[in-house]
């Protein structure tokens, strides 16, 4: 196959700079670059530029964070869908909108293929394609990491110096990072020792839980079936909404993580996340899930949630599966509407209060005051027909000679 025009998903970090020049060399094609913005905030300032200079002859930048939040963040804190039950998804949500605005513009180009700046050892490769398969089922992908004869990014950085191509990262900072609305992300390099503390001076979203402020700030948060509207009593867009839950999050130290995880090709990766606001959101949402949804379907989303983190993860955003589960949590948000009180110290997070027009609990019967409603006598027969099966075993065991 002749390739004439390839889109190259393209962030203007050390992987994508280099991608987009030796994809025009190695396939004599032209190469259009495009630059997603879903909340890498300074990150995109000159993408466009800097692109046309390495090689690019058309560049996109495309601002895609409204999209972001409301079609792919909202409906994963409805169904909170976490991934080995620390990881808030941050990248893994990112890469099927991005892979989205690449068929889009590889549609609008005619390009002939598509390009992607993830390795192959990694979770992204698999997500940008499974999108494009889904999307643009013919398209061919071009995937460098698998093909070019570099094999480190220590040999990057030497190709980018060669071609003069300006890069953020250094052989004596050589871990890699992935910023969005919704976290920041890093590993590889430094980090790549799990035994190793991260270095204090590496995160850009959180403070230092330690030198956070000495008093504790409240924060509240309403609701509007499942969907976040409201920080403090002012009702804000999506975008601004996150934005200010990472401000107020971040200041306390809120969201860290650090953790071994499970990737899909087989391996195990170490990764360091700030997420404070999607910790401050997944926190208040669970609390007032607790209030307004019956027993029974609370306990259906406890187990739709990791099952859904785990397709996120696995890059199967585009698939009948999650539409489906996504379609059973969307009907159960319509009583999921109301206020959340959350006290943030030092990193830490807590429930300062819940209220809702749907709530569920009932008062005068879970007082254990004087009542009328229930009636405690009513519990012996409740517990002879639920423990019968137990009874009957321990009976028939103790006939056994």
């Not at 590889?106 to 598509?114: I, L």
């Not at 839980?209 to 409240?218: D, F, R, S």
Request: charged fraction near 25%; hydrophobic fraction near 40%.
């Amino acid at each position: 196959m002749t390739i004439k025009k390839v889109v190259v998903a393209y962030s203007g970090g050390l992987d994508t700079s280099v991608i987009l020049r030796w994809v025009k060399e190695r396939y004599h094609c032209e190469v259009i670059a495009c630059a997603v913005d879903v909340g890498q905030a300074s990150e995109t300032r000159g993408l466009k530029e800097k692109a046309l200079k390495t090689g690019a002859s058309k560049a996109y930048l495309i601002d895609a964070r409204k999209e972001f939040v409301t079609d792919y963040i909202w409906p994963a804190l409805q169904a909170q869908a976490i991934y080995e039950g620390r990881y808030l998804l941050g990248t893994s949500l990112a890469r099927p909108i991005i892979a989205k605005k690449v068929v889009e513009i590889a549609k609008k180009e005619g390009a002939d293929a598509v390009c992607h700046g993830a390795t192959g050892k990694g979770n992204d490769q698999v997500r940008f394609e499974l999108t494009f398969k889904a999307l643009m089922p013919h398209v061919k992908v071009i995937a460098p990491w698998r093909e070019w004869e570099l094999r480190s990014r220590e040999d990057e950085i030497d190709y980018a110096v060669q071609h003069d191509i300006p890069v953020p990262v250094t052989k004596t900072k050589p871990y890699s990072s992935d910023r969005n609305l919704w976290h920041m992300s890093f590993e590889g390099g430094v980090l790549e020792d799990p035994d190793a503390p991260p270095n204090a001076d590496m995160f850009v979203l959180t403070r230092n839980p330690e030198k956070a402020p000495n008093k504790p700030e409240i924060v509240r948060i309403d609701f509007e079936k499942g969907v976040p509207v409201q920080v403090n009593g002012k009702r804000l867009d999506p975008v601004r909404l996150v934005e200010t839950l990472n401000t107020i999050g971040g200041r306390h130290g809120v969201g860290r993580v650090d953790m071994v995880e499970n990737r899909l090709v087989g391996m195990k990766s170490r990764g360091v996340y700030e997420c404070p606001g999607a910790t401050l959101l997944y926190a208040a949402h669970r609390e007032l899930e607790s209030l307004a949804l019956d027993r029974d379907t609370f306990h259906a989303k406890l187990l739709i949630a990791p099952k859904m983190g785990e397709l996120i993860y696995n890059g199967l955003w585009f698939t009948p599966l999650r539409e489906a589960l996504s379609a059973f949590v969307d009907k159960t948000q319509q009583s999921v509407t109301g206020s959340v009180r959350l006290k943030l110290f030092k990193g830490h997070v807590s429930i300062d209060g819940r209220k809702s027009p749907h709530s569920l609990y009932w008062e005068e019967l879970a007082t254990f005051g004087a009542d009328t409603i229930y009636n405690q006598r009513d519990a012996e027969g409740f517990i002879n027909l639920y423990g019968l099966p137990i009874k009957v075993q321990a009976l028939l065991q103790a006939r056994k000679p």
